[in-house]
């Protein structure tokens, strides 16, 4: 008995470890250069060695700002998107247990009861009757043993469909928190952005207030009066416009985090951030492999892969089985008495021998095999770009910042002494309004390079894979 029972063991271990017939798997060489681009846009990128690489860096230290960080915590918890998406590695989890449980049978308990009537002429006794059955069985229904190693590759197949959504919501949490990074950095520029347009528009009043006043004694023409009208007008559009884009820039931020965030968290100027840490882009390019999305397209043409094994092991023959072992009687009192066992063993072979779809299906998993192998090499040309990109932008900013900064403090030199000409009365009031729009210009554009340097760290963190 023992023996048999250990016979039965081995045999059930055999058919659940056969052989697969899916290909095997080889990682596509990458189809990007070794190492980062160099040249003129890229000479300041080469960080101090204490800065630390994005995979050891969590989040939560990237992200300096506590005020950001409650923000971003309160996304993670509340986003829609973040939710689905784990809500999707939920579903996947379960698909892939219903594929790997179709290795094992299914074992049911069946019990059933018939009456039928027999007529005289079919009766065995030459007169009509009443026939009863009454059964209790216990078995497998069509357990398909997995020879050739289909249904293991449709397990390795929803086996790697569920890490990829696994990783797919990694790759969500990452955008989120740089989202969530950006529109908050975004809103700060707003805001100062409005409160320079809003200082301007007093400054200029002021103006207004003055050159009204010399025309109203003969000092001053009305082309003056005109021209600084059309100014004040301007920035009063300008104030509209700016308070708008802040509005908007709260909205944004409370759609991403789901909820409606206190005003004591949201930045007044970009001055008042915490700026996040400076990080190193490490020297070669295979830190890409560890973006959450690369590792996900991988996982998906793993899984195309394992679909290649499925097809093939259709052009074998399908065995599958179907047993019983229980107890049968005409009568209910009868049924579990000494004798009334019954068994059945019924197995099922079914060789293909034509069927044109085959060819077609297998023809078609190893097409999408192909198409999963161009989408991962995609998956990581763009990932390189957009480091590239982010890489380029931080080895130029700061010379940006620079000239910018040097422009504002020239201007507003040109704006001061203009502005001196015309009081003395050397110059028409014309220069001091194009001294005073190119100042106003200037600055607009130092805060939108500060804006820049700091949503560039947050885009450098997540084009190399961000961390946990």
């Known amino acids: 008995m023992k023996r048999n029972l250990s016979l039965l063991l081995s045999i059930v271990v055999f058919l659940l470890g056969g052989c697969t017939l899916a290909p095997k798997y080889t990682r596509p060489a990458s189809p990007v250069p070794a190492d980062w681009p160099a040249g003129a846009a890229y000479n300041e990128t080469n960080i101090t060695s204490s800065a630390p690489?994005?995979?050891?860096?969590p989040w939560r230290e990237f992200i300096t700002d506590e005020r950001l960080q409650k923000i971003i915590e309160t996304a993670l918890n509340s986003n829609r998107d973040l939710r689905i998406a784990a809500l999707n590695v939920e579903r996947a989890r379960a698909l892939y247990g219903i594929q790997r449980a179709e290795l094992l049978?299914?074992?049911n308990a069946v019990g059933s009861v018939s009456?039928?009537?027999?007529p005289a002429d079919l009766s065995t006794t030459g007169s009509a009757m009443t026939s009863e059955q009454y059964s209790v069985n216990f078995g497998i229904s069509s357990w398909e043993i997995d020879f050739f190693g289909r249904?293991?590759?449709l397990r390795d197949k929803a086996l790697e469909e569920y890490l990829a959504t696994e990783d797919a919501h990694r790759s969500a949490q990452i955008m989120l928190v740089s989202a969530v990074a950006q529109a908050y950095l975004t809103l700060a520029a707003d805001r100062e952005n409005l409160k320079l347009v809003t200082s301007t528009l007093e400054a200029q009043e002021t103006s207004y207030k003055l050159i009204r006043k010399?025309?109203?004694?003969?000092?001053a023409s009305e082309l003056d009066l005109r021209q600084v009208q059309s100014q004040v007008d301007t920035a009063r559009g300008h104030v509209a416009r700016y308070t708008q884009l802040a509005a908007q820039d709260e909205n944004a931020l409370n759609l991403l985090t789901g909820s409606?965030?206190?005003s004591a968290l949201l930045p007044a100027e970009l001055g008042s951030i915490k700026p996040p840490k400076e990080i190193a882009s490490g020297l070669s390019s295979e830190l890409l492999l560890r973006r959450p999305d690369i590792i996900a397209a991988e996982h998906q043409l793993k899984a195309a892969n394992a679909n290649i094994g499925a097809a093939r092991a259709a052009f074998f023959p399908s065995i599958s089985l179907t047993t019983a072992i229980?107890?049968?009687s005409a009568d209910l009192s009868g049924l579990f008495k000494a004798g009334q066992g019954t068994w059945s063993f019924a197995p099922q072979i079914v060789m293909p021998i034509f069927?044109?779809?085959?060819?077609?299906a297998y023809d078609v998993t190893k097409v999408e095999k192909e198409i999963s192998v161009a989408q991962y090499e995609k998956v990581i040309q763009t990932s390189f770009r957009e480091v590239a990109d982010a890489l380029a932008v931080r080895g130029t900013v700061e010379q940006q910042i620079a000239a910018q900064q040097s422009l504002v403090d020239a201007v507003a030199e040109t704006y001061r002494l203009s502005n001196a000409r015309y009081t003395k009365g050397i110059d028409s009031y014309l220069s001091v309004l194009d001294a005073q729009r190119s100042l106003y210009g200037a600055q607009q554009g130092l805060i939108a390079l500060h804006l820049a340097r700091l949503v560039n760290r947050v885009m450098l963190y997540m084009a190399l894979g961000g961390g946990e």
Not at 53 to 57: G, K, R, T
């Open 260 to 262: 409606s965030l206190p």
């Open 105 to 107: 049978p299914a074992v």
């Open 326 to 328: 229980g107890t049968t």
């Open 355 to 360: 069927d044109a779809r085959m060819w077609s």
């Open 53 to 57: 690489e994005v995979p050891a860096l």
């Open 151 to 153: 249904i293991r590759s």
């Open 214 to 219: 010399r025309y109203d004694v003969g000092i």
């Open 115 to 118: 009456k039928a009537l027999v």
